[in-house]
């Protein structure tokens, strides 16, 4: 049974560029949440999607936006870049009605 | 402000010792608060999680405590080993029916020296 996987591993963009970053959830896994880890942080939650629809947001400007597919995997843009974009980017899936959140291996984005 | 207060930021253990992580909160509105260990360059993996209505749990060598009138968890690890070395969070979501949206700390470094 694959984890959460995501996609790519490694990206770099220079500032102002936009950027897409891939996640497929855990098989039976429903919703799908995206993380920012900056360097020596804990993970803090960007946003959540279910049926297709971001059901909550954490407190990051509109740059930040997602999409979630028929299939539950899910995409993350980010536009206008920044250097303090410079992050790992985490998706986590849950299991229907189920709190518990499974992590991908992340997106380590660097921006110059 | 930080809703998870999480310490010692770093530990260092003997092998076969215990290992132990505390966090702190403020919101009562917290009701479930899941650990996760993390590896360099890998995603946090879920340890074990509890909630309120429960004081302790355990798998295997790792247990939560909970103290749900000093609004205070702590992760012990039984018998430290060489290959637990790594990054633990603990962290802590509001109940919400729109979904989980996890609350983390700041995370502590173990190592364990054999």
Known sequence: DAGVT????????????????????????????????????????IFQYYEEEE???????????????????????????????SALYLCASSPVNKRDQYFGPGTRLLVL | QQQVKQSPQSLIVQKGGISIINCAYENTAFDYFPWYQQFPGKGPALLIAIRPDVSEKKEGRFTISFNKSAKQFSLHIMDSQPGDSATYFCAADPFNQAGTALIFGKGTTLSVSS
């Open chain 1, 6 to 45: 995501q996609s790519p591993t490694h990206l770099i963009k220079t500032r102002g560029q936009q950027v897409t970053l891939r996640c497929s959830p855990k098989s039976g896994h429903d919703t799908v949440s995206w993380y920012q880890q900056a360097l020596g942080q804990g993970p803090q939650f």
């Open chain 1, 55 to 85: 059901r909550q947001r954490g407190n990051f400007p509109d740059r930040f936006s997602g999409h979630q597919f028929p299939n539950y995997s899910s995409e993350l843009n980010v536009n206008a870049l920044l250097l303090g974009d």
